[in-house]
Structures are given as C-alpha cells and as structure tokens.
C-alpha cells in the first residue's frame, strides 16, 4: 500500500514563526503536492513538484515556499506564519507513469497559527 | 476540465448497496472520470476511476452510460466506515497530474 506520512497531525504555532511541515512517501513516485482545506474552499493547491529540486507554483503560493532535495520528501515551510493560514494541510503524491491524476494523500496536518 | 453535479447528501442503510451519481454532460472523449472519498479529518482517499467501461476493485464499482454523460459509483454492501464525502472527477489522464479539483461531493451517510 501506498504511504504518504506528514510529520504532525496537530500543530499550534505563534504569529510569525518560521513553520516547517513535512511530507514522506515511500511508493518512490515523481510527483508531490500541498493543498490547504478550508471549510467551503475545498482544497486548494499551494505547490506542487515533478522532480527532485523542481517546483511549480499552484493557485495560492503567497507566503508559502517548499523544498524537494530527496524524490521522497516535499516539504511545505510557511516563513512567517500569520493566522489566515490557520487550516487543514494536506500532502499528496503520484506516479508520472500516466496515473498522476490517482493522488494518494496523507492524513494532514491541523494547524493553527495564534 | 468537465464540470460535475453531485446530489448533496445520501442516506444508506448498512449492508445494502450505496449507489452515488454523477452528472458529468460535458465531458469530453479523453477525460476519465475518477472517484475519491474523505471520511472525516482524514486525507482523500482515491476509490476508483474509468474511461467508458464499466470498473470494479476491491472498493467499489464504477458504471458509465454509454454517452458519458453520468456515471455511478456502487458500494455494494456499505458499512459505517464508508460514512464520508464523495468526489467524482472528470480529467484527462496525464503523467504530471496537477491539482485535483473536488467539487462539493455527496455526504454520504450509513446508518445502522
């Protein structure tokens, strides 16, 4: 089965801390995403990547950034965190052999900024 | 990407089927329609996808009309675990995916 592991289920942080959530998968796939869901919102892709040190902007990048320096973890880094990011942060990823659009999730992270 | 049209809310009863439609009249001939499901506070979980023929797997069927313009997921004898929100999808496939676009879905219910 596929895995798809964030770091925290749960996250409390402060106004303007430098926020880091993590993302693993162990299925060896070439794609990864971040999407934030919102009540009424859905979910909303941040950034998504394709390869190793690639990244690509997705419909709400602002104040967000990511880094993939191994195929098997993308990680989402909110550099000051303010509390309109307060949300439910999901990871995501898929194979490049056709299927990228079966995304396996993980179980996401709920964090709030204070 | 096609729009979809799911109702808002199901009822089923446990052990019976659970049968969830979709409109998807504007499709396109190389779009696949995929379903996901989200049980509460829980990451989306992909069920099933297809192109023209009906599919099964070990989660759910899927069946489309011969015009593509609906299609229905099946849960042949649903269980209180199968209690979430469904999405059904309509995209072509591709290797790059890209952002999955869940639209409202259908809360379905199992009841004892």
């Known amino acids: 089965d596929v895995k798809v592991t964030q770091s925290s289920r749960y996250l409390v942080k402060r106004t303007g801390e430098k926020v880091f959530l993590e993302c693993v998968q162990d299925m060896d796939h070439e794609n990864m995403f971040w999407y934030r869901q919102d009540p009424g919102l859905g979910l909303r892709l941040i950034y998504f990547?394709?390869?190793?040190?690639?990244?690509e902007k997705g419909d709400i990048p602002e104040g967000y950034s990511v880094s993939r320096e191994k195929k098997e973890r993308f990680s989402l880094i909110l550099e000051s965190a303010s509390t309109n990011q307060t949300s439910m942060y999901l990871c995501a990823s898929s194979s490049y052999n056709g299927q990228g659009n079966i995304q396996y999730f993980g179980a996401g992270t709920r964090l709030s900024v204070l | 990407d096609a729009k979809t049209t799911q109702p808002t809310s199901m009822d089923c009863a446990e052990g019976r089927a659970a049968n969830l439609p979709c409109n998807h009249s504007t499709i396109s001939g190389n779009e696949y329609v995929y379903w996901y499901r989200q049980i509460h506070s829980q990451g989306p979980q992909y069920i099933i996808h297809g192109l023209k023929n009906n599919e099964t797997n070990e989660m759910a069927s899927l069946i489309i009309t011969e015009d593509r313009k609906s299609s229905t997921l099946i849960l042949p004898h649903a269980t209180l675990r199968d209690t979430a929100v469904y999405y059904c999808?309509?995209?072509?496939?591709?290797?790059?995916?890209?952002?999955?676009?869940f639209g409202q879905g259908t809360e379905l219910s199992v009841k004892p």
């Open positions: 999808i309509v995209r072509v496939e591709g290797n790059q995916g890209g952002k999955l676009i």
């Open positions: 990547s394709y390869d190793v040190k690639m990244k």
